[in-house]
């Protein structure tokens, strides 16, 4: 399951993903999120954005792999911020 919501800034958009345990490891999450990403960019977002546990070091990974930068604006340290710019002419950050 992949999916992403769009916040009322109409600009960004938080996503969430999840792969059956089955079918984990063999590249589906990754082309999930890579779909995910092409469909926020078409639609003209400019930010796709998650939170993950920071011991999720898979989606991490993952994540980091897809161009997502971490942060850690939130006070709970067990949750990271994920963000990634979505258009090829933005500025990173
Ligand atoms: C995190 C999650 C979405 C990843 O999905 P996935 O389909 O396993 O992701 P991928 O297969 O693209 O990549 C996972 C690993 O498999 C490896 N992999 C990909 N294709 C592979 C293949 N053909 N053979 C062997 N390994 C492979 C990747 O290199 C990656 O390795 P790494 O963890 O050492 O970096 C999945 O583990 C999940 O649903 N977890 C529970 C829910 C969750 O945590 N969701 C995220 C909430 S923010």
Redesign the pocket.
């Known amino acids: 399951m992949a999916r992403y919501i769009g916040n009322p800034d109409e600009q960004s958009c938080e996503f ?4 059956a345990d089955d ?8 082309q999930l999120m890579l779909r995910l990403i092409s469909i926020a960019r078409d639609r003209g977002l400019l930010v796709m954005e ?3 546990l920071a011991q ?1 070091t ?2 991490l ?2 994540c980091t792999a897809l161009g997502f930068h971490t942060l850690h604006e939130n006070e709970d340290r067990e949750v990271v911020i994920v963000r990634r710019q979505l258009q090829p002419d933005q500025c990173s950050g």
Not at 16 to 19: E, G
Not at 23 to 30: E, N, P, T
Request: aromatic share 4%; proline share 0%.
């Open positions: 969430a993903l999840t792969v079918w984990q490891k063999k590249g589906l999450g990754s998650g939170d993950v999720n898979r989606m990974r993952l």
